[in-house]
């Protein structure tokens, strides 16, 4: 049977012989804890030097290395060069190969969790390859070194910086002894005389070893995030009763019954090889055992306990709008003539926090959310003609403003959502998950289309298929190519228009194979065939200009206008009393609301992008939900079961001048039958 033997040198009492299961073999695992004992960990390597396979060392330093040269501890080295014939491992070599890719990894699908986030580390001289990653993933990093070994005052901030201190200083350490009074106690009492001990406790993130985590201070780590080498079960039983709120561990299980650090799993995969372990034989190590980095909630309840909250943005639909500011409203008189003005004026102001919606509550869990409302000054015009990047930093400095107000997660409203790349930059800069609400306003505009479809009763169902024909006007983009096979799955026919024919051509494809029963036909223009439509659902950015000629419309046709601001006009509308112009689908949230903020809409009712937003909030699902040009026909369907579940439903149907009654949907059928 292989023997692996570990000496933990910084750690006491965590003695322990038995037998293991590793690579489907069983392995002799003994463990002594040297308590920072020199003497005798040199005497146990004598001692066990040729009657075990391996020798692990833990808790000692590693090869500091610098661009420039590398240093090894006087310590280390000797305790390493002690066994003549047992091969001895440190875990080094598997830490700088699988880290890096690991953390890498991680990172890639819980980009949340780092961006924007202070990440202090306690030693950067010791996680000197984690460090290089952090950094390069745009974390913001508070390396604690120069208190850690020698009690100064300040803390490195780079890489760079790193290099710098440990150029100096690395000669000196690699003489220091190892004990444990060697390290810094990270009290918060010394904090009150230690600047770069404040700054380091701000941090969002820790990251160590859990060697170091066990000896020091822990009461700046409650509701805190850590990252540790490896986390054993006694430490999680720490770290909870310390109030860690979670932490991320770069070493997984892999030995049956017990966690090992990475010397250990070294020792183990070096009892397998008859060579010492190279760079190839380690990566496949890692390949084989599928090692990577575990994600551990500590705290539920401690979180759960607070009110979730969601953050959304606004901005002005039009020059008229700018004029409802405090300061401006004196100014509307004259608006004709100071418009063109104001609305370049204020594209340079930052966006601001607005207000609040509180009362939210949803019907599944009985939960009270709570939001925030924020806005950008400029119109659409305004936000379509500049740099995409400008705008970019206003809304992350919303988002990063939020986050420091608790709210986890945030939504992008009207043509904050379309500017660049519709979220995606945002997101990726944001603390918090990012959505542009689009799932919920496809959904909640097929929820109006079919409502006032049915009010009218013009077009009958065979099989649960309307037998009629529907068009989607800006069919290619994000809202309109969902909508498009959603209602495919549901119409006859579906003519889809907007003017890119590749894209339209990609589009039918698509829509297809969601729906190869249905009728597809593509158009550049809607005049053509908008006189055989039942449903016609407009979704442009056309900001206000004429999309069609409403008087070719077939009578009794519905048109569910989804922009903002509106692709049908008010007088197009008033033209035609025989064909129903409703608003898309506003949304109304549960709950009793008190909102202090003007979206222009009453009482619970408020855009389904919005909505969108505080049902995440509900459902506790605080993920970047609906991002890009490109929403799943998936998603719009979680987001319709979530929506039923928790209570947010369509509002009375809306048109251009508030609330459509029955008996207006009732003038309107009369006027269409007369036309027809």
Request: glycine share 6%.
């Amino acid at each position: 049977m292989k023997h692996v033997l570990s000496i933990a040198f910084a750690q006491s009492n965590k003695n322990f012989d038995e037998i293991v299961e590793f690579n489907g073999e069983k392995v002799r695992l003994t463990q002594y804890a040297t308590g920072f004992d020199f003497e005798l960990a040199k005497d146990l390597i004598r001692r066990f030097d040729g009657l075990c396979d391996v020798i692990s060392i833990s808790g000692v330093p590693p090869k500091i290395k610098t661009s420039k040269s590398s240093y090894e501890h006087f310590q280390s080295k000797e305790l390493k060069s002690i066994a003549k014939i047992t091969r001895v491992v440190d875990g080094q070599k598997l830490k700088d190969i699988y880290i890096p890719w690991a953390f890498r990894q991680f990172y890639l699908t819980n980009k949340n969790k780092f961006k924007a986030k202070r990440i202090g580390v306690y030693t950067g001289a010791l996680q000197k390859s984690l460090v290089q990653i952090l950094e390069e993933l745009d974390g913001k990093v508070c390396l604690a070194d120069p208190y850690t070994f020698l009690r100064l005052p300040y803390n490195l901030h780079s890489n760079i910086e790193l290099e710098k201190f440990l150029s100096k200083l690395s000669p000196v350490f690699s003489r220091m002894k190892i004990k444990k009074t060697s390290l810094a106690s990270f009290s918060q009492s010394e904090s009150k005389h230690n600047k770069g001990l404040k700054e380091f406790f701000k941090s969002d993130i820790f990251v160590g070893n859990e060697g170091m985590i066990q000896i020091i201070d822990r009461d700046h780590l409650a509701g805190k995030t850590v990252v540790l080498d490896f986390m054993g079960s006694q430490m999680k039983k720490k770290l909870v009763k310390d109030g860690i709120h979670d932490v991320i561990t770069c070493m997984p299980k892999v030995v049956k019954g017990r966690y090992v650090n990475f010397s250990v799993l070294e020792g183990l995969m070096q009892s397998f090889q008859s060579e010492d372990l190279t760079a190839d034989l380690l990566l496949k190590w890692v390949d084989k055992l599928d090692l990577k980095v575990e994600y551990h909630k500590l705290n539920v309840e401690a979180e759960n306990s607070g009110k979730k909250k969601f953050a959304f943005i606004i901005h002005p639909l039009s020059k008229g709008h700018l004029f409802k500011h405090p300061l401006l409203r004196k100014a509307r008189p004259i608006e004709a003539q100071l418009g063109p003005f104001v609305e370049k004026a204020m594209a340079y102001t930052p966006g601001f926090y607005y207000g609040s919606i509180k009362g939210i509550r949803s019907e599944k869990n009985n939960e009270e959310i709570e939001g925030l409302i924020y806005s950008v000054a400029e119109t659409p015009k305004m936000l379509l003609s500049q740099e995409p990047d400008k705008v970019y930093k206003k809304l992350i400095d919303l988002c990063v403003d939020a986050a420091h107000h608790s709210a986890q997660i945030i939504g992008l409203g009207a043509f904050t959502k379309i500017v660049g790349d519709a979220g995606i930059t945002v997101e990726q800069k944001s603390p918090i998950p990012v959505t542009t609400g689009n799932s919920l306003s496809a959904c909640s505009t097929l929820w109006a289309a079919k409502f006032a479809i049915d009010k009218l009763g013009f077009v009958e169902s065979e099989n649960s298929i309307r037998k009629g024909t529907a068009m989607v006007v800006g069919a290619t983009g994000a809202i309109g190519a969902v909508s498009a096979k959603i209602l495919a799955t549901k119409w006859e026919r579906v003519i889809l228009v907007a003017p890119r024919a590749y894209k339209l051509l990609e589009l039918k494809d698509e829509v297809l194979k969601v729906a190869p029963h249905c009728e597809i036909e593509i158009s550049t223009h809607a005049d053509g065939l908008s006189h055989e439509c039942d449903l016609i659902i407009t979704t442009t950015s056309a900001q206000g200009k004429k999309i069609l000629d409403i008087e070719k419309v077939k009578p009794g046709c519905v048109i569910c206008d989804v922009s903002r601001p509106f692709d049908i006009s008010e007088d197009d509308a008033m033209k035609r009393p025989d064909v129903m112009v409703i608003a898309s689908g506003e949304v109304q949230l549960p709950g009793e609301i008190n909102s202090n903020v003007d979206l222009g809409l009453e009482g619970n009712i408020v855009y389904a992008c919005l909505a969108e937003t505080a049902l995440l909030a509900m459902a506790g699902k605080f993920e970047s939900f609906t991002l890009g040009r490109n929403i799943s026909y998936e998603k719009v369907l979680e987001i319709d079961l979530l929506a039923k579940e928790h209570g947010v439903r369509l509002s009375a149907i809306m048109g251009h001048n508030g609330f459509i009654t029955d008996e207006e949907f009732e003038l309107c059928r009369a006027h269409a039958l007369k036309k027809r």
